[in-house]
Each structure stands twice: as structure tokens, then as C-alpha cells.
């Protein structure tokens, strides 16, 4: 179940019953049994998971119960949306509601009544049809497909040849004490091909004394796996006779006994969990003699958990080059293309996305084709569908995954194909749809990048960039998964993509509306509806988003949680907005729009307010009301509002405030809770009045993330900062002879500093010293990446001991540097340097240093 409604409920019950306490009551025992049943059917869920595809009525009663759930939670939100309008009532509009407040009561009470029953016979009905026998058949049909992608194995190892020759190396020399190595990758990469031609190999062949190969399937059992290798050795036949009535201690003493003394290699494919070897590792004797056991698997985390083994070998996407020429060894054997074919069988190849697997398929299907220019455009237009067998296989990883990444997961075919997806806005909204537990004992943003990173882990994720401390800062998904997404979302009623091509909605739960916005209206006359999520992608043809649509959304979404606009032409946001009041999430991306209304003071529930893009310079006075916001993202500077109310302790939960415009009023409103905060001083703003700012940081004991814009014409530099500090990107600061940078260097956790376009030195003294970098003796003792941007300066000092762990070293447009110190040398972590737009003369230095460290050199 793709967004599991089930155990969104169950987490959002408690938490409607704790705050709409007076308004729920006549109901609270309806909503209580409504939260028991669903307890009970969870359980059912839980059980079935993984195994719905293979039983059509396993599938049926899970597609029963995500309509139930959704069902039930758009009563329990619609009556909430009602109890928000009484709230905004005058008190003589209250006298004359309450009766139509207790008529609606009964009415919930009446629903949730109908909705217990209906989950009743849901209930009944799987024992009914005996649905827990019924729902053996996954194994059967993994393996099934396990022998599909077999079938499509290819005989040529392209684009491989490096990480084979690695493997070969390490199996064959290396250590003498037993050793796991592990190839990790997406499905479909060629984990098991490259493995196969390993195992076969030669060399390979000729070391070891022992040989297995074993596919080891999703719901592995121990005993089944030991009889496995057992059968792939050769053992005595009695012993192979009596296999199938020995125990399980049995067959591991036999297994221990036989390989002791040997040297083996064992090869278990497709491995989905560390508990598969672990479960049997005690059978491996280690002989010291250079036994190996080589795993495949698509979770990097198996490696992680598997008790010494080696790092994995991670496979890469084939290059260009390298799917053609695999290609060309499919369709023509090795042969070349006829020229009159080439640029329409370029365009193909390139449609899988560098993955051998899809290469292979549609090399298959063309292979045994005419080979016709009017053949190969037929299929050209079906290409996708023709690579059906291979979302099949690769429908695994996600049948495979745990509930709570299924969501995150398919969330990822929200966004347009080819685009980069910011991690950080992806994180955010999945904990603005419902998808991140909300605890005591953990950050629901450290929850979301924990799940981020296993889908990472998983291979279901690719990263695309990297932000300067090692953390992704986008992602994107491969082509084929990403169409995955997309069925499986319709299906599930979880997303719908809506485009020019595909106009009528299924009755998802979120619509994600690509390009103009006017033909979905057309095709789809106005009604109410229970979506939660809106998000628009506008493109080149968008005409912008007007008033019409506003009464559009308002009419028609307005149990919408999330609104997000991407390169859209917004030029306002209507008072109306403070209707949608189960709103968490609102992202704006539109120059055009340049003030924002009072109104949205009153999304209560609003947790992310994203308005970079956006032409703001100030913020209505309300925002303090908005204590659920965990994120304000502006462009900057946009001033903050004085707090009228100085008792109340406004916007408590927020973490990240960037980029705003602050003075030494409203400092004292920013929350304890602050981990990133952005500062832009305005032009006018007094030298004195910034640097009190920046002095009055220290208190904020969560601050992870600094960035500072435009405070260049002060005279001196605060003395201390938030030990807890990270990163710091500084740009248009004055830092001061030394002190600045003194200061910065006695931050004990600082891994990332970014200066650009700083100033060393004062601008208005003439001192007849050039400007220069001083870094004293011992400072930044952690400082992993150094990023120096627009500096005029003409020399670098670093005293002994500084930057010891210095990794990566980034100079931009840095024109007047031409020395580099000498304690540089002494720098042996540093494994990167990017140089740009830099003096010649600083490179020429490089050149030995890279020598003698053995760095990457960058020059561009």
C-alpha cells in the first residue's frame, strides 16, 4: 500500500483527539474503537506485505481497506475544517451554531459507526476466503523471475572490464584470512552477470579447490540455503541422498566439515539482508589459505551489517559509449549499425538510462527483427512498454522495501523527467504529507534523512550533486523506476502525473499538474474533492497562475496539505488561502509575487513556508502565530516583524530561518531551536547594530548552519560563536587583520567554511601591506572543506598545525593569489582541489603539491 493510510491514522488519531478535545466530544468513542479496528487490520497489512501481487485477492482486500482509511480520514478532516470556521465565528454566529455543531456530531458519530462495520467485514471476509493460505505464492514467483533475468544475461561483460579485473585481483591475492566481498547496484546494473563471468573465469577457476554458486531468494530459509550449497558441492552421494531429512545443526556440521581444510569460493546472488549470511556464516571455516565468499545485493547496508567484509564494489551506470557498444553486440552481434539506423538506434539505447539490463531487452526484441528504418520507429514509440519485463524485475527492490520507505519512495515521481530533486525540499514535504513519524526521542528531519539515505542504500536513488560537506544536495531516479513510480501510483491511488497528454484524474490523493494549468480545469469540471497534495511545475508555455485559479483550488481542494509551485508565474496570494487550514506545507517559486497577505497567519498547522524564488522584503505581522513552522525559507533580506505579543514565545519549533534581515529588536524572537540561519544585512543597516547581532548568536546553543551576507564596513569581529557550528558561509564580510579568522578557527565542530567576495583588510585603509589569508598555528582542528571565493588577496600564511584534516580545497576567481604556503605540504588528508578562473601562477605551484600529497586536481 503505497502511502499506508492505515498507519497515518493511527498516528494522526491521538493527535486530532488531544487538540480538537472539546469539539470531538459525543464522538471520542466512535473515534477510539475506529482507532482499535484499525490497530487490528494493521496487523493484517503487515503480514501481507510483499505478497499482494501474487494473490488477486489478497490485492483486492488492501485495495478495501485504503479506500476505508481514506474514507475515515476525510470525515475526521472535514469535520475539522468545520470546527476551524466555528473558531473564526462571532460570538452571536456561535449561539446560532452549536445546534448545527451537535446535528453534526451525530452525523460523524453515524460515519465512523458505518466506516467500524465496513472494516468489520473486510476483516471477516479474509478469513473467509482463507486469504492466509492463499498467500504462499511469492517465492514461487520470485524465482520465477530470478530465471527471467537469467534468460536475458548478457554474454558480453561491456563497460565492466575495470571492476573485473579489481575483483579478479582481490579474490585471487590479498589477504590469506577469509574475506566477504560484495558487488552492490541497482537491479538490472549487472550485479549477477559480472559475478557469473568471475566465477568462470580462469583464473578463478584454477585457485580455489571449492566452487558454489547459489541464488539466494527474498524469503530465504536457512535450512533451504544450506541444502543449496551443499548440492552445489560434491559430496558423497549418501550424503546428497539424506539431505532433505537432516537437520538444520546437521546440515551446517556436514557443511563445516566438508569445506575445513579447503580453499573455497562461495557466491551467493542477490543477497537482501545481512541476516542470510549472517545466519550461516559459523559454516565458513577460516582455512587462512584465501577463501572468498563474493555477495551481490541492491542494499549497500547488507555490506555494512555483514561482520568483516570488505568495502563494496558499487557498480556505475554505463556510459554512452559503453550502452552503444552493448547495443551493437545484441542487435549485431559485434557488427556495425547501418547508418540509416544509427541516430534512431542511439535514441533508443539512450531511453535506458545506462542500465545493462534494458539495453539487453530491447537488443533482444530488435535482434530477431527486420532491420528496417520503418520496423525500428514502430518500436521506437513503444519503447517503454516493450521494457515492461524489466520493471518487473526491477518492481522487486520496491516490493522488497519496508512500509515506511514505500511512500517516500514513490514520492520521487512527483517531479518532471531529467530533473534534479532537492533533497532537502524532498525530506520536507514527505514530512509535510504524513510519511515521517513524529517522536519524542528523534527530529522528524533526521528521521526523513535516515530513510533518504536507505533508499540511497537500496539503489533506488541515484545522487546528482553533492552540497560542500559531503551531504547529497540533489537526487534524481532512473527513467525505468521512475515510470515504476508513476503505475504504481495510479494504481494505488497515491500520485497522479497530470500533463497536456494526460488530462483526466483518477481520484489520487495527490496530483502533481505539469505545465499549463487551463486544460486540466477545462477537462475536469469543478467538484469537491478529497486531494491533499497540489504541486504545479510550470514550463516555458505556463501563462501564470491567476485569481480563477485560486477560487479554483479553494472551491475544489480544501483539504489540501500541501501547495507547492515550481517556476510558476504567481503574482499574489488571495485572503481565501486561510481556508485551507490542514495546510503544512506552501512552496513559492515566482519572482512576480512581491507581498504576501496577512491571512496566511492563520494556516495553524503550517510547517514549512518555502518562498525563495520570491520578490519579498517583508513578512506580515502575524507570522508569529505559526507555531508549528519548522522552516522559513526566504531569498533575502526580508525583514522580520516586532512580535507584539513579547510573552508569548512565537514560532518555538523553528529550525531553519534563512535568508532574512535581522537587528538587535527582533534577535531576541529567534527560537532556541534554530539549527540553520541565514542573515542579510540591509545596506543601511549601522556597523554597531551588526556586529551586536552577530555577537548575540552564542546563545543560540542548536545552531548548526551559518550564513552571513553583507556586513563589510564593520571594524571589528564577534569574539565567540555557537560551538555547535558546522558550516559558515561568509559573503561581503569583513573579517578584519587576522581576527575573523582567528575567531572562526577556534570552532571546535567547523567541517565547512565558505568565504566569498570577504574582505581581510579594511577597504578605507591604505596599511602599504598586501591583503593576505592569515590562518594561525593549530586552528580549525576539524575543518574538512575550505571554499575561497572572489578574495582579493595576494598571499596565503598558515601557521604549523591548522586545517590538520583538511579534505577538499575549492579557489575561485581568486586573481591576485599567486603563493600558496608552505605548511600545505603537510596537509595529508587533503584529497581534492578545484581550482577556477584563478592566476596561472597558482596552478604552476599546484602541479608538485599534487605530486607529493597525491590529490584531484581540478582546473577549470
Not at 8 to 18: D, I, K, N, T
Not at 752 to 769: Q, W
Request: glycine fraction near 6%; proline fraction near 5%; aromatic fraction near 8%.
Amino acid at each position: 500500500m503505497g502511502d499506508n493510510p492505515v498507519t497515518f491514522l493511527l498516528q494522526y488519531l491521538p493527535e486530532v483527539l488531544a487538540q480538537e478535545a472539546n469539539y470531538l466530544r459525543g464522538v471520542e468513542e466512535q473515534v477510539n474503537s475506529l482507532q482499535r479496528e484499525l490497530s487490528l487490520i494493521n496487523i493484517f497489512l503487515e503480514n501481507s506485505e510483499g505478497k499482494r501481487n501474487e494473490h488477486a485477492i489478497v490485492k483486492e482486500v488492501v485495495r478495501q481497506i485504503r479506500d476505508v482509511a481514506h474514507e475515515a480520514h476525510d470525515v475526521i478532516d472535514t469535520f475539522i475544517l468545520s470546527v476551524a470556521k466555528h473558531k473564526r465565528r462571532s460570538t452571536v454566529g456561535k449561539i446560532f451554531y452549536s445546534v448545527t455543531h451537535a446535528n453534526m456530531l451525530r452525523n460523524v458519530a453515524m460515519k465512523i459507526e458505518a466506516i467500524n462495520r465496513e472494516i468489520n467485514q473486510i476483516f471477516n471476509n479474509r478469513e473467509r476466503y482463507n486469504i492466509e493460505r492463499a498467500e504462499g505464492r511469492e517465492h514461487e514467483a520470485a524465482e520465477a523471475l530470478h530465471r527471467r533475468r537469467r534468460e536475458v544475461e548478457e554474454d558480453y561483460v561491456v563497460g565492466l572490464t575495470d571492476n573485473w579485473m579489481k575483483l579478479e585481483e582481490k579474490l585471487i591475492g590479498g589477504d590469506p584470512k577469509l574475506d566477504v566481498i560484495s558487488i552492490i547496484g541497482m537491479g538490472g546494473l549487472g550485479k549477477t552477470t559480472l559475478s557469473r563471468k568471475i566465477y568462470n573465469s580462469s583464473p578463478v577457476r584454477k585457485v580455489f579447490d571449492c566452487h558454489v554458486w547459489v541464488y539466494v531468494s527474498q524469503d530465504f530459509q536457512t535450512r533451504e540455503l544450506l541444502v543449496k550449497i551443499l548440492k552445489e558441492m560434491q559430496i558423497p552421494e549418501e550424503l546428497r541422498r539424506r539431505l532433505k531429512y537432516l537437520r538444520e545443526d546437521k546440515l551446517k556440521k556436514n557443511l563445516f566439515e566438508y569445506l575445513q581444510g579447503k580453499k573455497y569460493f562461495v557466491v551467493m546472488d542477490d543477497i537482501w539482508s545481512a541476516e542470510v549470511l549472517n545466519e550461516v556464516r559459523s559454516v565458513f571455516p577460516d582455512n587462512c589459505n584465501g577463501s572468498r565468499i563474493l555477495i551481490t545485493s541492491r542494499n549497500k547496508k547488507v555490506t555494512l551489517d555483514i561482520h568483516g567484509s570488505s568495502d563494496p564494489y558499487l557498480l556505475p551506470f554505463l556510459k554512452e559509449d559503453e550502452s552503444w557498444k552493448l547495443f551493437l553486440n545484441k542487435v549485431f552481434h559485434g557488427g556495425h549499425c547501418p547508418p540509416e539506423l544509427e541516430a534512431l538506434g542511439r535514441q533508443m539505447v539512450k531511453s535506458c538510462g545506462g542500465l545493462p539490463l534494458s539495453i539487453v531487452v530491447l537488443g533482444g526484441l530488435l535482434a530477431n527483427k527486420e532491420k528496417t528504418h520503418r520496423i525500428w520507429f514502430k518500436l521506437f514509440g513503444n519503447v517503454k512498454w516493450h521494457l515492461k519485463e524489466c520493471k518487473d524485475i526491477l518492481a522487486l527492490s520496491y516490493t522488497h522495501l519496508p512500509r515506511h520507505l514505500k511512500p517516500c519512495f514513490l514520492y520521487l515521481g512527483v517531479d518532471s523527467k531529467d530533473f534534479e530533486i532537492p533533497v532537502k525540499q524532498l525530506t520536507n514535504l514527505w514530512i509535510a504529507e504524513g510519511f515521517i513519524p513524529h517522536t519524542h526521542s528523534m527530529d522528524p528531519k533526521d528521521v526523513a534523512e535516515d530513510y533518504f539515505e536507505q533508499l540511497i542504500d537500496r539503489s533506488l536513488v541515484q545522487v546528482a550533486s553533492l552540497k560542500t560537506d559531503g551531504g547529497v544536495k540533489t537526487c534524481r531516479i532512473h527513467d525505468l523506476l521512475r515510470d515504476f513510480c508513476m503505475t504504481e501510483s495510479l494504481e494505488e491511488k497515491f500520485l497522479e502525473v497530470l500533463d497536456v497528454k494526460h488530462l483526466s484524474a483518477n481520484k489520487s490523493r495527490r496530483l502533481s499538474i505539469q505545465g499549463s494549468i487551463d486544460p486540466y480545469i477545462s477537462s475536469n469540471p469543478s467538484h469537491p474533492t478529497f486531494v491533499r497534495s497540489l504541486l504545479f511545475h510550470g514550463d516555458d508555455t505556463y501563462g501564470g497562475f491567476d485569481p480563477n485559479h485560486w477560487e479554483w483550488v479553494h472551491e475544489n481542494f480544501k483539504l489540501v496539505r500541501v501547495l507547492s509551485f515550481k517556476h510558476v508565474n504567481l503574482y499574489s496570494i488571495p485572503t481565501m488561502i486561510a481556508k485551507l487550514i490542514h495546510l503544512r506545507y506552501l512552496g513559492i517559486e515566482s519572482d512576480a509575487l512581491k507581498v504576501i497577505p496577512a491571512s496566511i497567519c492563520n494556516l495553524v498547522n503550517l510547517e514549512t513556508l518555502d518562498m525563495r524564488g520570491t520578490s519579498l522584503n517583508h513578512l506580515p505581522k502575524g507570522i508569529w502565530k505559526l507555531r508549528h513552522l519548522r522552516n522559513l525559507y526566504m531569498s533575502g533580506p526580508v525583514s522580520l516583524p516586532d512580535n507584539l505579543n513579547p510573552d508569548v514565545k512565537a514560532m518555538w519549533n523553528l529550525q531553519v530561518l534563512s535568508t532574512i534581515s535581522l537587528d538587535l529588536q527582533n534577535m531576541p524572537l529567534i527560537a532556541p531551536t534554530i539549527r540553520k540561519l541565514g542573515i542579510w544585512f540591509a545596506s543601511n543597516e549601522s556597523n554597531c547594530g551588526a556586529i551586536d547581532v552577530l555577537a548575540s548568536l552564542s546563545g543560540l546553543a542548536s545552531l548548526q548552519t551559518l550564513k552571513i551576507i553583507n556586513c563589510s564596513e564593520g571594524h571589528r569581529f564577534p569574539s565567540s560563536f555557537p560551538s555547535t557550528i558546522t558550516k559558515i558561509t561568509l559573503r561581503e564580510v569583513y573579517l578584519g587583520m587576522g581576527g575573523g579568522m582567528t575567531v572562526l578557527g577556534q570552532l571546535p565542530s567547523l567541517h565547512v567554511l565558505k568565504l566569498r567576495s570577504c574582505f581581510l583588510s579594511d577597504p578605507e585603509v591604505n596599511t602599504g601591506c598586501p591583503p593576505g589569508l592569515e590562518v594561525v598555528p593549530n586552528s580549525f582542528p576539524v575543518l574538512e572543506v575550505l571554499n575561497l571565493e572572489e578574495l582579493e588577496i595576494e598571499k596565503w600564511e598558515q601557521g604549523i598545525g591548522a586545517m590538520p584534516r583538511l579534505m577538499c580545497l575549492v579557489i575561485k576567481e581568486c586573481n591576485e593569489l599567486k603563493m600558496l604556503p608552505p605548511e600545505l605540504s603537510s596537509l595529508n588528508a587533503l584529497r581534492e582541489v578545484e581550482v577556477s578562473r584563478s592566476n596561472p601562477d597558482l596552478i604552476m605551484l599546484l602541479h608538485p603539491l599534487q605530486r607529493n600529497l597525491g590529490f584531484n586536481l581540478l582546473i577549470k
